[in-house]
């Protein structure tokens, strides 16, 4: 192959990353075809997207967008998971196929351009999504305001309530007098 070949293929690879960071890399080689078109086409109704790579290629065109993916990662065949809205969603999505196809086969991957090897691809799986993570930080940071009015609001509201109880006291003893009168 000329090296003109090797850098438009290249450029190819470079393009369909575009500007993410977050990927996933498989081995759908022992997969039948049915299974793969069935895969790509669930994948691609999700927005994910399956790109079937030379490993050579793909490690040279990812250094150029500033991915690190582990060295075996790139041993045999291998496809790139890209897309999804982050990488909790991505990995769980290809841990859910991973577990219905015995021949896909999760090979790492990278998170933020970092390297991650296939059992780091299953523990990120597991964890909360973006989301999820923002809901969290949010009720995190609103927990001590809610405490600390909860805190000045208790006192008042009981002494609020003692001072009703003692007027609604007085109101009955005052209409009480009256109905006997």
């Given amino acids: 192959m000329s090296k003109v070949v090797?850098?438009?293929?290249?450029?190819?690879?470079?393009?369909?990353?575009?500007?993410?960071?977050?990927l996933v890399v498989l081995?759908?080689?022992?997969?039948d075809a049915i299974?793969?078109?069935?895969?790509?086409?669930?994948?691609?109704?999700?927005?994910?997207r399956l790109v079937t790579?030379?490993?050579?290629l793909a490690r040279l065109a990812l250094k150029e967008a500033g991915i690190e993916p582990p060295e075996e990662a790139f041993a045999g065949p291998s496809t790139i998971a890209l897309g999804s809205e982050d990488i909790v969603a991505l990995s769980r999505?290809?841990?859910q196929w991973a577990k219905k196809i015995d021949e896909l086969e999760i090979k790492g991957g990278a998170?933020?351009?970092?390297?991650v090897d296939s059992s780091g691809i299953e523990a990120i799986s597991k964890?909360?999504?973006r989301d999820e993570l923002i809901s969290q930080i949010v009720g995190l940071v609103l927990s001590p305001g809610a405490r600390l009015s909860g805190a000045l609001l208790g006192p008042g509201g009981y002494l609020c309530g003692q001072i009703k109880?003692?007027?609604d006291k007085e109101g009955d003893d005052t209409q009480a007098s009256g109905d006997a009168a």
Avoid: H
């Fill in 6 to 22: 090797k850098r438009m293929m290249i450029d190819q690879i470079r393009e369909q990353i575009g500007e993410t960071k977050d």
């Fill in 35 to 48: 299974s793969d078109n069935q895969l790509r086409a669930e994948l691609v109704a999700k927005g994910i």
């Fill in 53 to 56: 790579v030379k490993n050579t």
């Fill in 127 to 129: 964890g909360p999504s």
């Fill in 93 to 95: 999505e290809m841990a």
């Fill in 165 to 167: 109880a003692l007027a």
């Fill in 27 to 31: 081995d759908t080689s022992r997969m």
């Fill in 111 to 115: 998170v933020d351009g970092q390297g």
